[in-house]
């Protein structure tokens, strides 16, 4: 049973940093492309930052220089860094596993990241 479990959200005021982390299990992690997407409330989920397997990245254009993601395969663990943060990032963020065979999707449940003074 495949299960990405999510952690390291919360509230934090402009500017400030939080780091999410996404713990999976179920898979042989490294093969997949990893990703970490977000929904504000009455908008569509988006992506925020992807990873290959090889480590490249590509990220939204609005957390570009802001946001890192990275991986740990040894951890079974994708990460994302983000500094300086704005209300705007404020949204439910949700990791996401991507089948390197079927292209399969599979989701964590999310959690809350708001940014407010």
């Known amino acids: 049973q495949v299960q990405l479990v999510e952690s390291g959200g919360g509230l934090v005021q402009p500017g400030g940093s939080l780091r999410l982390s996404c713990a999976a299990s179920?898979?042989?992690?490294?093969?997949?492309?990893m990703g970490w997407f977000r929904q504000a409330p009455g908008k569509q989920r988006e992506l925020v930052a992807r990873?290959?397997?090889?480590?490249?990245?590509n990220y939204a254009d609005s957390v570009k220089g802001r946001f890192t993601i990275s991986r740990d395969n040894a951890k079974n663990t994708v990460y994302l860094q983000m500094n300086s943060l704005k209300p705007e990032d404020t949204a439910v963020y949700y990791c996401?596993?991507?089948?390197?065979?079927?292209?399969?999707?599979?989701w964590g449940q999310g959690t809350q990241v708001t940014v407010s003074s």
């Open positions: 996401n596993a991507e089948s390197p065979v079927s292209g399969y999707d599979y």
């Open positions: 179920g898979i042989r992690f490294s093969p997949y492309a």
């Open positions: 990873i290959t397997r090889g480590g490249n990245t």
